[in-house]
């Protein structure tokens, strides 16, 4: 990857399980997004040894967490909302949505916002395999949106 190429790291829902191979893959992201459900402190630890460009929401299982419910970020040019339960409406101004909650992958666009959910990085539901995501930007172009199954 070009050195002005920006990567994100995006997890949810790890419901204090550790995959060793989150490590690996997470090694050379810019910062890294956990989109609630963390459930325990050392995950977070686990995530800071890769990057200490944490950012957290919490989930609906997150009770002795310190963070925000939801958060609004800019990055390139480009808005972020990030929250654990895709809400009934679309934050105003963003251009993505960035949810856990589900344990299951998406990656589309909603009334002009592009929805992302990487998926469950602990605990599969329905079927759906490990997952997490990442955001890409290259230089002079859009952030993209990838899923990489565990």
């Known amino acids: 990857m070009n ?3 920006y990567r994100i790291g995006v997890i949810a829902d790890t419901h204090d399980r550790w995959i060793p191979l989150i490590e690996k893959l997470f090694k050379d992201v810019d910062e890294i997004w956990h989109l609630g459900d963390v459930c325990r402190e050392p995950i977070l630890d686990s ?3 890769i990057n200490p460009r944490l950012t957290v ?4 299982n997150d009770f002795s967490l310190e963070s925000p419910a939801s958060l609004n970020l800019e990055r390139n040019g ?4 990030l929250i654990h339960i895709l809400p009934r409406q679309m934050p105003p101004r963003a251009q993505w949505l960035l949810f856990g909650h589900t ?5 589309e666009m909603h009334e002009g916002v592009h929805l992302f959910n990487p ?3 602990g605990r ?3 079927g759906a395999p490990l997952s997490v995501g990442f955001l890409t930007c290259e ?11 565990l």
Do not use: Y
């Open 124 to 126: 599969a539901n329905k």
């Open 103 to 107: 344990h299951r992958p998406l990656d």
């Open 119 to 121: 998926g469950s990085a």
């Open 3 to 5: 050195k002005q190429t």
């Open 139 to 149: 230089p002079g172009k859009k952030f993209r949106a990838e899923v990489v199954l």
């Open 57 to 60: 929401v919490l989930g609906n």
């Open 78 to 81: 480009e808005r972020f909302h």
């Open 47 to 49: 995530l800071r040894i």
